[in-house]
């Protein structure tokens, strides 16, 4: 599925691997806060994914065919406690940013979808396990958060 510079790829990883990133998230070290725009509260907690890290690695690969003209930047975790409330933003204004879905069930009530400002509406895409979605970096978005359980995102982001 695809709309507006925005594609979806379910069932990225293999079971193994996506067991694997599941496990890291939840096990990883994180930090407070992420800055959505300068003028915006921190919210969340970030955890930073260093270019050694196996993590790191089987992103890149996954990832780097799907995209041209730019080079890795940056890789890390949000994770957003339930009822934050994130801010929309840009990740930039060239690039391409993956968001990666490493959670292990999901289902419509738990609510953590990613929405994007597309023709002036609101689209969401929901956190499906082992689902990736790849989009232009100048897309206005947000994640929301689950419920009641902690939402995990996986952050690759590419550009100039």
């Given at each position: 599925?695809?709309f507006?510079?925005?594609?979806?790829?379910?069932?990225?990883?293999?079971?193994?691997?996506?067991?694997?990133?599941?496990n890291?998230?939840l096990?990883?070290?994180?930090?407070?806060?992420?800055?959505?725009r300068?003028?915006?509260?921190?919210?969340?907690m970030?955890?930073?994914?260093d270019?050694?890290?196996?993590?790191?690695?089987?992103?890149?690969?996954?990832?780097?065919?799907?995209v041209?003209?730019?080079?890795?930047?940056?890789?890390?975790?949000?994770?957003?406690?339930p009822?934050?409330?994130?801010y929309?933003?840009?990740?930039?204004q060239?690039?391409?940013?993956?968001?990666?879905?490493p959670?292990?069930?999901?289902?419509?009530?738990?609510?953590?979808?990613?929405?994007?400002v597309?023709?002036?509406?609101?689209?969401?895409?929901?956190?499906?396990?082992?689902?990736?979605v790849?989009f232009?970096?100048?897309?206005?978005?947000?994640?929301?958060?689950?419920?009641?359980?902690?939402?995990?995102?996986?952050?690759?982001?590419y550009?100039?």
């Amino acid at each position: 599925m695809s709309f507006k510079n925005i594609e979806i790829f379910d069932g990225f990883l293999s079971i193994h691997e996506h067991d694997f990133v599941l496990n890291y998230c939840l096990e990883a070290s994180y930090t407070y806060g992420e800055w959505d725009r300068p003028e915006t509260p921190p919210t969340g907690m970030v955890h930073e994914i260093d270019k050694t890290n196996e993590i790191y690695e089987l992103f890149e690969c996954k990832t780097e065919d799907l995209v041209t003209d730019f080079k890795l930047n940056r890789m890390y975790i949000n994770c957003f406690a339930p009822t934050e409330c994130p801010y929309f933003h840009t990740d930039g204004q060239n690039g391409i940013t993956f968001l990666y879905y490493p959670q292990d069930t999901w289902d419509i009530d738990m609510g953590g979808e990613t929405q994007f400002v597309v023709d002036d509406e609101i689209k969401g895409i929901f956190p499906i396990p082992n689902r990736m979605v790849m989009f232009d970096a100048n897309i206005l978005h947000r994640a929301t958060t689950f419920r009641s359980t902690h939402r995990f995102t996986l952050a690759i982001k590419y550009g100039l």
